[in-house]
């Protein structure tokens, strides 16, 4: 059984994960889910046997009070109608601000497609901090397991995705999932995880 999972949709999250691994992690699997819930739930199906799942990668928030470069750490995570909690984001938000990351918690909402404009506010109003597109499928295969979702946020609704200087906050976004990667290590260690 491999110790921990680590979920990210795209190859440029993977290879920063990878890329910040310790050189300890050595039963700690990095698995690409493809971009969208369809995909991540195709992958969630697949995934191998695990003792702890954590989901990171890329993010939008859709709070006022999140910057580019900021983490966020899901305290629960929405999909459709369904509810997961994350019991271990108040620790894991601690470890990612001892590492020097700025760092949130708040629920994370994983819709089917780029989130903008009125629903962007329909989300903010219902308490939704930050959104993606994979979590959620991955989330419902963790039920019973250790689980965390980490975002690191790349737009906001001051700044959105398709404008000047994406490139950037994305080379931004990719340098804290390197530093992310450790801390989720740390947490998966059997001593550490919370159940």
Same mark, same amino acid.
């Given at each position: ?13 993977r290879?920063?994960?990878?890329? $910040?691994?310790?050189?300890? #992690? ?9 971009? $969208? ?5 195709? #992958? %969630? ?14 993010? $939008? %928030?859709l ?10 750490? #899901? ?30 918690? $708040? ?20 308490g939704?901090? %930050? ?26 609704? %001051? ?37």
């Amino acid at each position: 059984m491999t110790e921990l999972v680590i979920c990210t949709a795209l190859r440029i999250e993977r290879r920063a994960v990878r890329r $910040g691994l310790p050189s300890s #992690a050595r039963d700690v699997r990095v698995v690409r889910t493809g971009l $969208g819930p369809r995909r991540a739930a195709r #992958a %969630a199906a697949r995934l191998p046997e695990h003792a702890a799942l954590a989901v990171t990668g890329f993010g $939008g %928030a859709l709070d006022i009070g999140l910057r580019p470069g900021d983490v966020l750490v #899901a305290t629960e995570v929405r999909f459709g109608e369904r509810v997961f909690p994350c019991a271990a984001a108040r620790p894991i938000a601690e470890r990612l601000a001892l590492a020097g990351l700025a760092t949130r918690t $708040g629920p994370l909402f994983t819709s089917p497609r780029l989130v903008t404009g009125g629903e962007r506010l329909r989300l903010a109003a219902a308490g939704v901090r %930050a959104v993606d597109m994979e979590t959620g499928p991955l989330a419902v295969v963790a039920t019973g397991t250790p689980f965390v979702a980490v975002r690191v946020i790349v737009d906001t609704p %001051a700044v959105p995705l398709l404008r000047p200087g994406t490139v950037r906050r994305v080379l931004i976004a990719r340098s804290r999932l390197r530093r992310v990667a450790p801390v989720l290590v740390a947490w998966a260690d059997p001593p550490e995880v919370e159940r």
